[in-house]
């Protein structure tokens, strides 16, 4: 008898409990319900409704809508897809081409497209399409990337053959950064500017507040597969320990580790955070200026490269954000890289002895060096608002000293930090590699860097020029390889400069949020919530 009551009581229990959850998920936002996914668990006939609703403490406004120039760079590659992609490790896959292939002569590209593609607006996908952006770039923000173009040719709705005026052996990868992706034709007006987001990527723009939040929600009819997560909303919080607060709070549920060294630190000590990295494709960098002054003289250049111990202070001073150099370039680009040479390794008699060699001695006794008359002093130039760079430039600045080089650090903000190293205003400057958009970097020699016509010219010969123009025309795989291992063995052996250390792309979150993969590049940092989920 005690038995049947006691069943009786417990019914009732579950019942009220059961009515209970009921008028809680009746509580919820209604839009969260709507829009959740059904993330659910079932037990004892209770289902758990979780929204797969994320929120992100992003350091960048959204900016614009195109692609090509005002939309952030970290965002566009969750609503827009290109005609060759980038995978998650850096390679090349297909996008909104299947497949492609390149001529004989390098001068004729031809894409089979993907059919059955949808813009967001319900455009269809096609090779019409493709021409028509293509076309507006060629005379526009793209200018620099197709000006080899000389016709681009619909061969029938999902073919398209692109003509060369010149072979280019890595225009399948030129075609791969996001501000040559493909927004729909009816998005530009018809200056070729575009007025609305529309792409066919994984996300939609839903909306934007300017300076506050934009939210997108995801494609039900994305061609990758359809978004876990319903909706994506993106609280523009540009202070990194402003972010990290949110995220503390719970106000957020992620954020990228971007220029949050402190931030990121503390966050990982906490039991109910968790930290995803992986080594992105950039690296920061010391460029010398080779033209005039003590660094003119390859010896004081190597002086300092070997006073410097980069393994040591990288990891001790930036963790997770960074890994100590091993290469010219960061791991994504190990196949093209020359593994016979070596950076400079740590040894400060090496160092003190090149500065004896080059003239330079300590004539006063106060322990900097002289030579002529003149004090061995520099400068260098840093980013105002890099904290890693501040912190590894005081470490610096005292290991220099132990050699007899007195260096004053000088901080400008991002722009002013251009404009020195364009007119090469700096003795010593440190700054974040540029021009290595893609799985290819030929680009950061020919238009970056090394070459006499490059934007830069950090350092040049005629012998470096040649061996970069050789390798722009190459049209042979093992020829460019080896002219890869053959350039970079050049400027490495004349010390123009240092690798500091090989960035990692990090994001912070929550222990809900579960599936989340990191890419390599860092244009599609985001591009890992297509298969992210809230648990």
């Known amino acids: 008898m005690k038995h049947i009551v006691f069943k009786k009581y417990f019914s009732l229990i579950m019942i009220i409990f059961l009515m209970g959850s009921v008028f809680l998920v009746g509580c919820q936002s209604g839009e969260d319900i709507e829009s959740a996914s059904t993330e659910s668990v079932k037990s004892e006939g209770l289902e758990i409704i979780t929204p797969q609703h994320i929120i992100i403490g992003e350091q960048f406004d959204l900016r614009g809508y195109d692609p090509g120039s005002s ?50 607006d319900g455009t269809p996908w096609d090779a019409d399409a493709a021409k028509i952006n293509l076309e507006i770039r060629r005379e526009g923000t793209g200018k620099g990337w197709l000006s080899a173009v000389e016709e681009v040719e619909v061969v029938n709705t999902h073919t398209l053959a692109i003509h060369l005026k010149e072979p280019v052996y890595t225009f399948d990868s030129d075609l791969t950064p996001p501000f040559l992706a493909m927004v729909s034709p009816n998005a530009f007006d018809k200056e070729g500017n575009v007025t609305e987001a529309i792409g066919t990527g994984p996300f939609k723009l839903e909306s934007w507040t300017k300076d506050s939040e934009f939210i997108m929600k995801r494609n039900e009819d994305y061609f990758g597969g359809t978004p876990t997560l319903e909706k994506l909303t993106f609280k523009v919080i540009p202070d990194a320990e402003t972010r990290a607060l949110a995220l503390q709070a719970g106000e957020i549920d992620m954020m990228s580790g971007r220029e949050a060294l402190t931030a990121v630190q503390r966050l990982k000590s906490l039991p109910n955070m968790k930290i995803v990295k992986k080594m992105g494709q950039t690296s920061e960098l010391i460029f010398f200026n080779v033209y005039e002054g003590p660094f003119e003289d390859a010896r004081v250049r190597q002086a300092v490269a070997h006073a410097i111990d980069f393994n040591d202070i990288v990891p001790k ?28 390794q740590y040894n400060v008699e090496k ?25 061995l002093k520099v400068k260098l130039t840093l980013g105002a608002s890099n904290e890693e760079d501040k912190i590894l430039s005081a470490v610096i600045q005292n290991q220099l000293s132990e050699i007899g080089i007195d260096l004053e650090l000088v901080h400008l903000e991002s722009g002013a930090l251009r404009e020195a190293l364009v007119e090469k205003n700096y003795d010593m400057i440190m700054i974040g590699q540029w021009l290595v958009p893609h799985d290819d970097p030929t680009n950061h020699y020919l ?12 350092y040049t010969s005629p012998e470096l020029d040649a061996s970069i123009e050789k390798l722009h025309i190459s049209l042979d795989t093992e020829e460019r390889l080896n002219l890869h291992r053959k350039i970079q063995a050049e400027i490495l052996e004349n010390t123009p400069v240092l690798v500091v250390f090989h960035r990692n792309n990090v994001m912070v979150m929550n ?3 579960e599936n989340f993969e990191i890419s390599t590049g860092t244009w599609q940092i985001f591009r890992g919530l297509v298969n992210t989920t809230i648990r």
Not at 321 to 341: G, H, I, Q, R, V
């Open 511 to 513: 222990e809900k949020v």
């Open 351 to 375: 160092a003190k002895s090149l500065l004896d060699e080059a003239g330079w001695q300590d004539v006063s006794g106060d322990g900097i060096l002289e030579k002529n008359g003149q004090q």
């Open 447 to 458: 238009r970056g860097y090394w070459h006499s016509d490059s934007t830069y010219s950090i």
């Open 317 to 344: 001073l930036l963790e997770d954000l960074a890994e100590a150099p091993s290469n010219f370039f960061a791991e994504a680009y190990n196949s093209f890289m020359n593994n016979d040479t070596t950076l400079p």
């Open 71 to 120: 939309m952030s760079d970290f965002v566009r590659a969750l609503i827009y897809n290109n005609l060759v992609e980038l995978n998650m490790d850096f390679e090349k896959s297909p996008g909104l081409a299947e497949s492609w292939e390149m001529s004989e002569d390098g001068k004729t590209w031809t894409f089979q497209l993907r059919e059955n593609v949808l813009f967001h």
